[in-house]
């Protein structure tokens, strides 16, 4: 069994509570956007639209533009973390697995395969 040590320990807490500060970030700048991307048409189709005037009451138009803000905040927070795991376990990989460029027809690897 190895032990860890306590540098060690805070240095990976450290990094996760950077990680989860930017992730934060990138969902609330998300979600800013898709909110005035979403009110717009909404609003909009709620004053020109007969059958949204009808059918949408204010509760329906502010839960449309929540549940937009809710999903473009957790989208772009949960690719933010999974770019920076990428990013971080390729950091701390061993240096033979590291290259991943291939000497071969000189075609260049699809862009989800490189760091």
């Known amino acids: ?9 805070d240095q990976k ?3 996760a509570k950077r990680c989860s500060r ?20 909404t609003l909009a ?3 020109m639209l007969p059958w949204a005037k009808a059918n949408i009451n204010p509760t329906g138009q502010a839960l449309i533009i929540s549940t937009v803000a809710g999903m473009a905040y957790f989208i772009a927070a949960d ?5 920076l795991a990428r990013r971080h376990s390729f ?8 290259n991943t460029s291939f000497q071969g027809d000189g075609r260049p ?3 989800f395969f490189r760091p």
């Open 1 to 9: 069994m190895s032990t860890v040590s306590r540098a060690s320990l």
């Open 13 to 15: 807490l450290a990094l």
């Open 22 to 41: 930017e992730a934060t970030l990138a969902g609330a700048k998300a979600a800013a956007v898709a909110t005035v991307a979403s009110a717009i048409p």
């Open 45 to 47: 189709s709620v004053r």
């Open 79 to 83: 690719k933010k973390i999974l770019s």
């Open 91 to 98: 950091e701390q990989a061993p240096d033979h697995l590291k």
């Open 109 to 111: 690897h699809p862009a």
